[in-house]
């Protein structure tokens, strides 16, 4: 149990530090869209934007990792108290991801609504 924990607490974080690395196809080429003192109001909407979607993944992708040791806990453990933890992990992920795509839902809406109801993205409005 020791070396879990050990291992969960210098690998978690050095595993988010290179996620980024490993996933190209869901992050944008570089989440800061302007170099220097080309940067505009329309950048830091775009900004945002790059902010919001990794941020969205890494929770999904956090979420996944989560779910799968909250699994691992309850298959392998049969008293009952681990079990309860295990259930209880689950509905801990289950409610941070409602919180999550429901936040960035109402975010999205609201800017929708906003910028006059228009069904684009809204760091579009610039372009």
Do not use: H
Not at 14 to 19: F, G, T
Not at 85 to 97: D, E, R
């Amino acid at each position: 149990m020791r070396a879990v924990r050990f291992a969960l607490a210098y690998l978690t974080p050095v595993s988010l530090a290179l996620l980024p690395l490993v996933s190209n196809a869901a992050l944008p080429d570089s989440i800061v869209p302007c170099k220097g003192l080309d940067c505009t109001v329309c950048s830091l909407a775009t900004l945002a934007q790059n902010l919001l979607n990794a941020g969205i993944f890494m929770a999904i992708f956090i979420s996944a990792l989560l779910f799968a040791y909250a699994g691992w806990l309850y298959l392998t453990n049969e008293a009952i108290g681990q079990q309860q933890k295990a259930k209880g992990m689950f509905l801990n992920v289950v409610v941070g991801l409602v919180l999550i795509l429901g936040a960035w839902l109402i975010v999205d809406t609201l800017m929708k609504v906003m910028l006059g109801g228009s069904y684009m993205p809204w760091n579009s409005v610039c372009s």
